[in-house]
């Protein structure tokens, strides 16, 4: 009994070294330098029918398809720099300011929207600071690297100034009509210049706003 | 919810398209106060400026002290900016000269000496700028204009400096009567 005992336990100590030596051989190159018996550890003992290497098969049809095109499906968010005019005739004109915009992945609908901050030039003292949020809902044509699109845009912002040293915030709203073109240079990154019109009113007076915008994002 | 959507845009739009005078136009979005006779008419940017007394042809337009957004009007803080307009005797030249002349008198140093000045609309005048003692360190621009009813006489007064391009602006929007 003791000497079955023994035999077991000789048993689990050695098998798990020859296993291990033999997944050393496999990985390494000097492995298949015979030894003095002329058998190497990767190689099966005698009587033991030698281990096939099983290849993995790619899928053929894996193989035989061509890589994927990637379809772009439009802008997401974008920075951008926006050139305005508020002009008025006491000293108020272009508006020059910085964008951050974002879009719904609406597919061919263009839906989204983008916030500015900047500064309008006032000859008259300091210039004003400009903050707007504009919405934008319309169409964009998807399909490939240029993306041409056309929105309605409405705006809504905050003209922030002095006038005679005494500190001005006038509500400035708008609605009109903005169209572009985005541009894909490399996977989702692109350009855009965009062109709008909006009939803003500020103060119960009219303005009439050409934007021109220029945009780079993802 | 596009039907609401319809509507309100709708509505939005004619409004929007249809509210205010053109923004770009010449003194756009100034008030104007004009003596019942027509012998002036001052523009002035509202805000900030308030028309506060006019009695026959004097006016009383100011800005008040941002103190008074805090304290009382009436707890003796004197206006931001404060313009008095009246009509009276003699010739542009000779009132502004007067103005000049009696600024020690009235314990103001002289800024800038008399000088021609004219309207957007054409009509000559003479100006002259001071400054007030240290104990009360107020500017102050007298501007006349000639007019056939006697002379246009402004008086600004102010905390801040008077010789900037918006009281220039200011008073280069200043007209003359009479008017048809």
């Known amino acids: ?218 | 919810m596009r039907r609401a959507r319809a509507i309100a845009l709708s509505l939005l739009a004619p409004a929007l398209l249809a509210c205010g005078s053109p923004g770009d136009a010449r003194y756009a979005g100034m008030r104007v106060h004009e003596p019942d006779d027509g012998s002036y008419r001052v523009r002035f940017l509202s805000p900030p400026w308030e028309l506060v007394d006019h009695e026959g042809r004097r006016a009383v337009i100011e800005i008040p002290a941002n103190a008074t957004g805090f304290i009382d009007r009436d707890a003796g803080i004197p206006p931001k900016y404060r313009l008095v307009v009246d009509v009276v005797g003699g010739s542009a030249a000779s009132v502004s000269g007067a103005d000049a002349a009696s600024a020690a008198a009235r314990g103001e140093t002289i800024v800038e000496p008399l000088r021609a000045i004219e309207t957007d609309s054409g009509a000559m005048g003479f100006e002259v700028i001071t400054r007030g003692t240290d104990a009360s360190p107020r500017s102050f621009r007298y501007v006349s204009f000639d007019a056939p009813a006697g002379v246009v006489h402004l008086v600004f007064e102010a905390s801040p400096e008077l010789d900037e391009p918006e009281v220039d602006a200011m008073v280069r929007a200043v007209e003359v009567g009479p008017f048809e």
């Not at chain 1, 920075?79 to 964008?99: H, S």
């Not at chain 1, 900047?118 to 003292?125: F, I, K, Q």
């Not at chain 1, 003209?159 to 169209?179: D, M, Y």
């Not at chain 1, 009113?201 to 220029?214: I, P, Q, S």
């Open chain 1, 1 to 218: 009994m003791s000497r079955i005992a023994l035999a077991v336990l000789a048993l689990a100590l050695v098998v798990p070294e020859v296993a291990l030596a033999q997944d050393a051989a496999a990985s390494s190159a000097v492995a298949s330098e015979p030894r003095e018996s002329g058998a190497t550890l990767a190689e099966p003992p005698p009587g033991v029918p030698p281990r096939r290497r099983r290849r993995r098969r790619r899928a053929p049809e894996a193989a035989e398809q061509p890589a994927e095109r990637f379809e772009w499906d439009g802008p997401r968010v974008e920075l951008g720099w926006a050139r305005y005019a508020i002009a008025d005739a006491w000293g108020g004109g272009t508006v020059d300011t910085a964008t951050f915009g974002g879009f719904v992945p609406t597919g061919a609908v263009r839906l989204g929207g983008y916030a500015e901050l900047g500064v309008r030039e006032y000859t008259l003292a300091a210039d004003d600071a400009v903050f707007r949020g504009t919405l934008l809902g319309g169409y964009q044509h998807l399909g490939g690297d240029l993306v041409p699109y056309a929105c309605l845009a409405g705006s809504l912002g905050l003209v922030v100034g002095k006038r005679f040293h005494t500190p001005q915030s006038r509500v400035i709203a708008g609605l009109g009509l903005e169209a572009g073109l985005d541009l894909r240079l490399v996977k989702t990154l692109f350009v855009g210049a965009s062109l709008s019109y909006q009939r803003a009113t500020m103060n119960d007076l009219a303005y009439d706003l050409f934007t021109l915008r220029l945009r780079i994002g993802l």
